[in-house]
């Protein structure tokens, strides 16, 4: 979903830069907070940002202008939060930018805040939400639907919010915005809709890769739930 250098209006890729600014300047330091207060998270970091780095190098041709491919920022917004994964996400692009010619400089602002802004909000939105509303389930059966639609509405979001920014640019001539929106939606969900699912399915077996190898990690992030936690409801509900 980066669209490719030069595509965009000038006009457009000023605006996208603007709005996307604050939001980088943000995750850049809570980024910084996060490793100065815990040191230890840098192992996880490293992994979120070479998972979303991987995922979304693997560009598939869609859009003219455009690409399908995963997202990978699902994993980031989970673990650390969209602050964190907008800085990470940033740093992605960027590098994907100047060593892959994947994406653009002019469009960096409008990917980023498609994939690392928008997409990692949704993420941690529908994390908090289906761990919510899967309390009751076992801690594994509960985690693992949370993450799995994190991860893949995320990449949906990531995906509709750059048909948005290509129909704005780039209106239909009779349809108007929405047409082209429509038009170009309908285009990336044939490559996109697959792919999210199997964004979200990986993103899952990463996270029991995580779990066995740092625990203790992701209790103290809040990604998984102490023993005593977990039980709560279940203990409830017999009472």
């Known amino acids: ?29 809570a980024l910084t907070t996060t490793i100065r207060t815990n040191p230890e998270s840098k192992l996880l970091l490293g992994a979120a940002g070479a998972f979303c ?41 960027l590098f994907q930018a100047l060593l892959l010619a994947h994406g653009g400089l002019t469009t960096l602002g409008a990917n980023v805040f498609s994939l690392a802004i928008v997409g990692p909000w949704v993420a941690y939105g529908v994390f908090r ?19 799995f639609f994190a991860a893949c509405l995320a990449s949906l979001a990531t995906y509709s919010v750059t048909s948005l920014q290509l129909a704005l640019a780039f209106p239909d001539a009779q349809a108007g915005v929405l047409g082209a929106f429509i038009k170009f939606g309908t285009i990336f969900s044939v490559t996109q809709i697959p792919l999210a699912v199997i964004e979200g399915l990986m993103t899952v077996v990463i996270v029991r890769l995580l779990i066995s190898a740092s625990r203790s990690e992701l209790l103290r992030l809040g990604v998984l739930r102490s023993a005593a936690t977990a039980g709560a409801p279940t203990e409830r509900k017999k009472a």
């Not at 490719?4 to 330091?29: C, D, M, N, Q, Y």
């Not at 990978?72 to 917004?77: E, F, N, R, V, W």
């Open 53 to 93: 780095f991987v995922l979304s190098a693997l560009k598939i041709p869609s859009v003219t202008g455009s690409s399908s491919h995963p997202a990978g920022t699902g994993l980031g917004a989970v673990l650390f939060r969209p602050p964190v994964m907008a800085a990470l996400g940033t740093i992605t692009l």
């Open 129 to 147: 939400l289906v761990r919510g509303l899967t309390r009751a389930l076992t801690e594994n059966t509960s985690l693992g639907l949370s993450v």
């Open 1 to 29: 979903m980066h669209i490719a250098e030069g595509f965009l209006p000038p006009v457009h890729a000023v605006a996208w830069t603007a709005v996307s600014a604050p939001f980088v300047i943000h995750g850049v330091r």
